[in-house]
């Protein structure tokens, strides 16, 4: 008699995937709610989202007190870094949703299906950060950047939103392909999918095997750096992000690197072993990356071209600190990352908010003179985007600022000196065209600039003031901040 | 020992993937742009598929061979699952700028300029 065949069943631990389930159920009930509410209220659609949010924003921040651990058979990592990668990302999330609402109705764009895509977009940014495995993280990118190629486009009358949701589409397939073909090198080396499984085939490798790993981090390297607008894969970036409508720009410009880097950084660790392989590349791709960034962005015109050009700028800084976590990962800790990305969201999602509100009627201005007269308008969102502007400067007694410094202390521990006196460089370089912003919103205004700037009111000052404060919080208050992301110790 | 050594497949592959890249850079329709994004992928799964018969020549143990085979087969499933959202996404997108304008080369898509 044959013993009845049983499937081996690996270990699986479903709470420990409960933040993600809980974004992603959120997204399906904001649908179900978007198709039976009257359509034109959205007040039910955004507190779904927002209390989603909420609830797995707990359950993030109960399991940073837990210790490490895998599950789902290696396939999901659970360590204070996913955690507090998480906990951004659901920050970012719901500051973009708290003033999406107000831009989106006066921009004549109030379409439902928004909260869903941006909650699902959202779970596939969680899903890719916290994995070891490459299989999950490749579905994690798709089911973030699919939902954001929907979302770029979702101005479907303006023929610049589908032009950046159509570039951005194309960019984003042709980084997915690199993406796939490094991973199918790795694959090849290692018999695996799993990021565990390349040290130790670093470890005990005849030549070949170790060709073919650098040949798949290299082609990973170029797919990932299309995703964070590395130079010279960043051509893409300032089109994107001017023609998308300009919450889903905030969206992008935090979360979406947000995740990318958590990968990359994972990736990277991986590779501990051959650091002195791919450090001198990635330190030239963070050189070009910081100083082409702040250059163009001194030239800009456009607001939201500007704050690409910045946000590319701000991936070299954080790229600093992502290689010196790669090439020496026990003595270096993961706060640096964490901290410093939570700290860019909230500006410059912050400054993408105030921007909207040079939206009213159906028509948006983004121009530097579009935000002319911000100030008798709205005294309160002129201050806020001045203190975001310090933060980004770097500004002692901002979040900006102690997240440069973190970079600096990780980077100079590690030997990257180059990198560290770029950085150093460049963050003087970027006060200029910060503050020709701060001119710009305190620039006397006309009696047109009544009629073309909204009234900081609702969900967009709930969001503007939750950043500002956020900003000030994280930098006045780093030690409890960053024992709290740091996990058990 | 006769048949088609490894690295054929990966030459083809290699070969499919390059295409495909070059294809992206010099077309000017998106569909053909999409297409050869198509191409790339298809090169990968190529790829995948030859390593994952090649595992049960590497790994000593008959047990870990089948895990490991079955994870590059299972990843193909798994591109080519995406490669139709993205299909989905994508001419969505397209129709919504031939609405618009009647005409989708991308050479006259230059509105963001800066």
New interface residues.
């Given amino acids: 008699m044959h013993q009845a065949f049983q499937f081996p069943v690996p270990e699986i631990d479903f709470a420990t995937i409960a933040p993600v389930v809980f974004v992603a159920l959120a997204g399906i009930v904001a649908l179900v709610t978007e198709m039976f509410g009257n359509g034109r209220d959205k007040r039910t659609t955004i507190w779904v989202s927002l209390i989603g949010l909420g609830i797995a924003l707990v359950t993030c921040v109960y399991q940073l007190g837990l210790s490490e651990y895998t599950t789902f058979n290696k396939m999901v990592e659970r360590d204070a870094f996913a955690s507090g990668i998480h906990i951004v990302i659901i920050l970012a999330t719901a500051l973009t949703i708290l003033f999406s609402e107000g831009y989106m109705r006066d921009k004549r764009i109030a379409h439902g299906e928004f909260y869903p895509l941006i909650l699902w977009s959202a779970t596939g940014a969680m899903i890719m950060s916290s994995t070891e495995s490459l299989?999950v993280m490749?579905?994690g990118l798709?089911i973030l950047s699919?939902s954001l190629?929907?979302l770029a486009?979702l101005s479907?009358?303006e023929?610049?939103s589908?032009?950046?949701?159509?570039?951005y589409?194309?960019l984003g397939?042709?980084a997915?392909?690199f993406l796939?073909?490094g991973?199918?090198?790795v694959?090849?080396a290692t018999?695996?999918?799993n990021l565990v499984y390349v040290n130790s085939a670093l470890a005990h490798s005849h030549g070949s095997s170790t060709q073919l790993l650098l040949f798949g981090l290299g082609l990973m390297l170029i797919g990932l750096g299309f995703k964070l607008s590395l130079v010279p894969f960043h051509l893409w970036t300032?089109?994107?992000y001017?023609?998308a409508p300009t919450n889903v720009t905030a969206y992008m410009a935090s979360v979406s690197k947000i995740a990318a880097f958590a990968a990359l950084s994972r990736i990277l660790i991986a590779y501990a072993a051959i650091h002195e392989m791919w450090i001198p590349a990635l330190t030239a791709i963070g050189v070009l990356t910081m100083t082409y960034g702040n250059l163009v962005a001194l030239r800009?015109?456009?607001v939201k071209?500007m704050l690409g050009y910045s946000s590319i700028a701000n991936a070299g800084y954080l790229l600093v600190a992502v290689i010196a976590r790669g090439a020496h990962p026990a003595e270096t800790s993961t706060t640096t990352i964490v901290f410093y990305l939570l700290g860019y969201s909230l500006t410059t999602i912050g400054a993408f908010a105030v921007l909207t509100l040079a939206t009213r009627n159906g028509s948006e201005g983004t121009k530097f003179s579009d935000l002319r007269g911000l100030y008798q308008r709205s005294p309160a969102a002129a201050i806020i985007l001045t203190l975001l502007a310090a933060s980004l400067m770097g500004f002692p007694g901002t979040a900006g600022f102690l997240g440069k410094l973190f970079i600096v202390k990780d980077g100079l521990q590690s030997g990257l000196t180059l990198l560290v006196v770029c950085l150093a460089v460049n963050s003087v370089i970027s006060v200029y065209y910060y503050l020709g912003l701060v001119k710009a919103v305190f620039a006397a205004g006309d009696e047109a600039s009544e009629l073309r700037l909204s009234p900081l009111k609702g969900g967009v000052a709930v969001a503007c003031a939750a950043c500002a404060i956020g900003v000030l919080f994280v930098g006045i208050f780093a030690g409890p901040v960053l024992s709290v992301i740091g996990g058990a110790h | 020992m006769n048949g088609v050594p490894l690295a054929v497949y990966l030459g083809l592959g290699l070969f499919m993937f390059t295409a495909g890249v070059v294809g992206v850079m010099i077309r000017r329709n998106p569909i053909v742009i999409f297409m050869c994004i198509e191409l790339m992928l298809n090169a990968v799964n190529l790829t995948f598929l030859t390593f994952a018969r090649y595992q049960a020549v590497k790994m000593p143990i008959p047990g870990d061979q089948q895990a490991s085979m079955m994870a590059g087969q299972m990843m193909v499933i798994f591109v080519m699952a995406v490669a139709a959202a993205e299909v989905a996404v994508g001419l969505g997108i397209i129709m919504a700028i031939f609405r618009l304008r009647d005409n989708i080369d991308i050479d006259e898509l230059n509105l963001l300029r800066g």
């Fill in positions: 299989l490749f579905v798709e699919i190629y929907v486009g479907r009358a023929e610049k589908e032009e950046s949701a159509l570039k589409f194309l397939g042709f997915s392909g796939l073909y991973i199918a090198f694959y090849g018999g695996s999918l300032p089109d994107v001017q023609g800009q015109t456009d071209r």
